[in-house]
C-alpha cells in the first residue's frame, strides 16, 4: 500500500516540475494559469514568412509574438483546458529570440 502512495507522490512532483517550466517571469502573462503543454507533432508549424501556424485553430503568430522555448521542443498554452480547438494564447519556439 506505501509503494502507492510514492508512486502518487512521484507523479504530483513530476506534474509539478513539469509546469515549472512555464514560470519564468518573461511567461506569466502568456502561461500562468493556462495549459501549457508540449505541442503535438505537426500541431504548430513554421511558415516560410517566418510567422507560425496552429493548425487545428488556423491561428497564426507572427515571429515577434511567439516566446522562447525552455528546451527543444514547441509548447502551447490554451484558453481552455485539454481542448485542442481552444484558441490558443501563447506558442513558445526553440528558437525565438
Avoid at 497564426?60 to 516566446?67: C, S
Amino acid at each position: 500500500m506505501r509503494w502507492w502512495f510514492l508512486l502518487a507522490l512521484g507523479a504530483c512532483a513530476t506534474s509539478a516540475a513539469a509546469h515549472d517550466i512555464y514560470m519564468r517571469a518573461d511567461l506569466y502573462a502568456c502561461c500562468h494559469d493556462h495549459d501549457c503543454r508540449v505541442a503535438e507533432p505537426d500541431e504548430v508549424l513554421a511558415q516560410d514568412d517566418g510567422s507560425y501556424l496552429v493548425v487545428p485553430t488556423h491561428e497564426r503568430f507572427t515571429r515577434a509574438e511567439v516566446k522562447a522555448s525552455p528546451d527543444t521542443r514547441v509548447h502551447r498554452c490554451l484558453y481552455e483546458k485539454n481542448n485542442i480547438r481552444s484558441r490558443t494564447r501563447c506558442i513558445l519556439v526553440p528558437t525565438a529570440s
